[in-house]
């Protein structure tokens, strides 16, 4: 059933009326530095079966769980030395931790699908901390498109894949890291790099004092690691120097295309570029032919974006 989708300003009257909406189990989308999340009380496990149907996304890929503060997460997981220190050197910021949760956390099932440990943020967004304040609860938040597709780092994209499937999008302009959250899991000796994201993994690194491990990617275990996705409707083909005759072209550096993640080489300006770029390219139809982008720095993220965007579809 189709509903209309309000835009709401990131004002003290539209955070109120978001707010409101997300108590009463509706879904609400809104911007973090990453992408646009869409938002639904946690708690409530109708409300987060909604984000599933509204995005068509599989049940066995988790949700992440934003909250207003540290202090809040540590209500819903068994907490560790290594969480408190990259907590406080990250959060709020572009970094999601996952952690085994704690009895009587109170959380829909759905949220971590069916899995013992919960991905947790915290947002450093203006509005997306005013909205979490106001709400005064965790709200499970994927981002804000339909599963597999482009991610959203404008209100208007939002709209362009989900309009008239939620109640509200909070519309602040635009995202400034353009990426999604860096996830990191722990196991019983380190830290465990889950998806490159919006967080550099040597800050990360530096933080901790050792190098991340890498996970088996045998099983679901994180947001973000299904093998397509991010995927435009065109079929994707990396690391070229020159379009094809049926391709648009996005560039990156000295190589110049229909679009450019960056002239100059920024890997902070591509990957705030990249999924609107890809929208934008999506939208002329037909192939898309990308540029190589250096795997260091975000480049490891852009890389990993453009590697699931590539990948054959089932």
């Not at 109708?46 to 049940?59: D, H, L, M, Q, W």
């Not at 938040?141 to 208007?156: E, K, L, W």
């Not at 037909?286 to 890389?303: D, F, H, S, T, W």
Request: proline share 7%; glycine share 10%; aromatic share 4%.
């Amino acid at each position: 059933m189709s509903i209309k989708t309000q835009r709401l300003q990131a004002d003290r009257n539209g955070l109120e009326q978001a707010a409101t909406l997300l108590q009463g189990g509706a879904l609400v989308a809104f911007p973090t530095e990453t992408v646009y999340g869409l938002g639904a009380d946690a708690r409530q496990g109708e409300a987060v079966a909604s984000i599933y149907a509204a995005k068509g996304r599989p049940s066995f890929n988790p949700l992440i769980v934003h909250l207003a503060s540290i202090d809040a997460a540590r209500n819903y997981v068994d907490w560790t030395p290594q969480a408190e220190k990259l907590a406080q050197a990250f959060w709020p910021g572009p970094l999601t931790l996952v952690l085994p949760l704690r009895d009587g956390h109170g959380l829909s099932s759905l949220v971590t699908a069916g899995l013992p440990t919960v991905a947790l943020r915290v947002p450093a967004h203006p509005a997306a901390q005013a909205l979490l304040s106001q709400f005064g609860g965790p709200v499970a938040a994927p981002s804000a498109n339909p599963s597999g597709r482009i991610s959203p780092t404008t209100a208007d994209h939002v709209l362009s894949g989900l309009s008239g499937r939620i109640a509200a999008v909070v519309d602040d302009g635009p995202c400034s890291v353009g990426l999604e959250s860096t996830i990191i899991g722990f196991d019983e000796t380190r830290a465990v790099l889950l998806r490159a994201g919006g967080l550099a993994t040597e800050d990360i690194e530096n933080v901790l004092g050792q190098t991340l491990s890498t996970p088996d990617q045998a099983h679901i275990t994180a947001p973000g690691q299904l093998s397509s996705h991010y995927a435009p409707r065109g079929v994707v083909r990396l690391n070229a120097t020159e379009p094809l005759e049926d391709e648009h072209m996005l560039g990156f550096g000295p190589i110049a295309g229909t679009l450019t993640l960056s002239a100059s080489g920024d890997l902070c300006e591509a990957a705030a570029n990249l999924f609107d770029h890809l929208h934008q390219l999506d939208a002329l139809g037909g192939k898309i032919a990308v540029a190589p982008v250096p795997m260091e720095g975000l480049g490891r993220a852009i890389n990993d974006r453009l590697q699931r965007a590539a990948a054959p579809r089932s």
